[in-house]
């Protein structure tokens, strides 16, 4: 794949599970996680998928203009993290709102060891951190599948300097 490019498992135009309100969601492919229940590991596979350019991706969100916002799930986003961030401005510069969902905890998110992740978190709204749990799976959530995962504001967290649960209610609250 190309550096640039972003590898696509697939998308769905006017989800209303992935977030609050209509969302385009974006499946990225390729995932190093591997969740025992995971919904999706057909999108483990990092070779596998579609490549597309964030102009290309952009185009399709803006034929809907009934969208709330944009929502990046997997497969593990936080992978190709710096191929997301050109999409991630271009959504920011829309006004939609960014949900991130990605198995990596906001912790380890900031370790800052994963390449362009610091950048593609600055340009996100909202991140549902956490691998999949069936442990700890409940189907009575809200926009997550196990309780272990948190739906995170990520302007407030940074601001506190820790995870800080998205308060604007859209999202549910922690349990
Ligand atoms: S992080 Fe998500 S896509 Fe990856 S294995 Fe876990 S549940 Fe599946």
């Known amino acids: 794949m190309s550096a640039n490019n972003i590898q696509v498992a697939g998308i769905v135009n006017d989800s209303i599970t992935d977030g609050p309100g209509l969302r385009f969601t974006l499946f990225v492919q390729g995932c190093p996680h591997h969740c025992p229940g995971c919904q999706n590991p057909e999108t483990w596979v990092f070779d596998g998928g579609e490549e597309m350019t964030a102009e290309e991706i952009m185009e399709k969100i803006k034929r809907n203009p009934l969208l709330s916002g944009v929502t990046f799930s997997g497969g593990e986003p936080f992978a190709q993290a710096e191929a997301l961030i050109p999409l991630a401005r271009l959504i920011q510069q829309s006004g939609l709102e960014l949900a991130v969902y990605t198995g990596y905890t906001w912790e380890e998110l900031n370790t800052r060891t994963i390449p362009g992740a610091m950048e593609l978190l600055a340009l996100t709204d909202v991140v549902v951190d956490g691998p999949f ?43």
């Not at 739906?151 to 549910?172: E, H, M, Y």
């Open 133 to 175: 749990s069936l442990h700890k799976r409940n189907l009575s959530l809200q926009f997550r599948g196990s309780s272990n995962q948190r739906i995170l504001n990520v302007k407030d967290s940074f601001a506190s300097g820790k995870p800080v649960w998205d308060s604007s209610g859209r999202w549910g609250l922690p349990e």
